[in-house]
């Protein structure tokens, strides 16, 4: 009998073990496989990355430098917290349906200046788009019909499913965390540190102390810049300074982050790593729109580039090129 039970209590101490020991290996097979996937997506920018520095290293032999960049390539952006599990599942049920449609939208300023005319558009889920053309061509002015900054004078802009100029006023500050911009000349406060800058603008979104005290350091680690955090602002690089932006943008998680002109500031090392984060937010399902006049960038991207000129889309394709 005694024998038995010992017989039954190694078997079950057998299985576990093999249980245990399986868990494990899909663990590891799992997340060679999402790094894989990182790997194969984020290709583009890093191969421009690795190309911007070998110029660099080639320059610093020549004696014209540019200023330091770092190496994000191994860094990870990290998805929402596992404790936070029923956001989680709230944003991968919206990630499947939350789409963008701009439906026959014109914006007509004072003076009958059209500044878009008559665009229809869809963006779907996690798509990476460039959105190019020259001055004056209606870009910005897109930008803030999205934003919520202008309405459209008529057609419709819906998210979600949802008209955006009909949204009630107390719902306006929660879609604006939903839609991260970051700018051409960073806006940042100056005097004040990464950390403090990051947790601005969750301080005046009333999230909680303690709260802030948790997410800013997993925030300032995503963009790469953790040992920058007491730094203050007006001390930081160009590409630092557009990576706390970046920190401010996604802070909120939010379902589309519009980059306007992120790199028109920034030299080809420091270019290329904002372009690295950019794709490595949206392969975590941020819809993301780059406004740039950058050529190169979007020549290697192979994502879809929307065109415009006086404000009409004149091109539209998925693995669009600089036409202009
Ligand atoms: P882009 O971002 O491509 O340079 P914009 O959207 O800024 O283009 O501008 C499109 C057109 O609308 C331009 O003719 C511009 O002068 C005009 N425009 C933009 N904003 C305003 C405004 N607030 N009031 C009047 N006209 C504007």
Known sequence: MIGDIDLKEKTIEKTMEVARTAGGAVKIAKDKLSDAINDHITNPAKEKLNEAKDKKEAQKSNGTCLPAGRDIADEQIKGPETSDKEETKKENKSKSESVIEFKNVSK?????IVAVDKISLTIKPGEFISLVGPSGAGK????????????????????????????????????????????????????????????????????????????VPQI?????????????????????????????????????LIADEPTGNLDPVATWEIVELLFKINNQGTI?????????????????????????IISDRAKGKYIL
């Open 220 to 256: 300032i680690e995503i963009v790469g810049l953790t040992s920058r955090t007491k730094a203050l602002s007006e001390e930081l690089s160009g590409g630092e300074k557009q990576r706390v932006s970046i920190a401010r943008a996604i802070v909120h998680k939010p379902k589309l």
């Open 108 to 112: 007509i300023y004072a003076g009958n």
């Open 288 to 312: 993301v729109i780059l406004a740039t006049h950058d050529k190169e960038v979007v020549d290697s991207l192979e994502r879809r580039v929307i065109t415009m000129k006086n404000g009409k």
């Open 140 to 215: 910005s002015t897109l930008i803030r019909l999205l934003t919520g900054e202008e309405f459209a004078t008529s057609g419709e802009v819906l998210v979600s499913g949802r008209d955006i100029s009909k949204l009630l006023r107390k719902e306006f500050p929660y879609y604006r965390r939903k839609v991260g911009v970051i700018f051409q000349d960073f806006k940042l406060l100056p005097k004040k540190t990464v950390y403090e800058n990051i947790a601005f603008a969750l301080e005046v979104a009333d999230v909680k102390t303690s709260e802030i005290e948790e997410r």
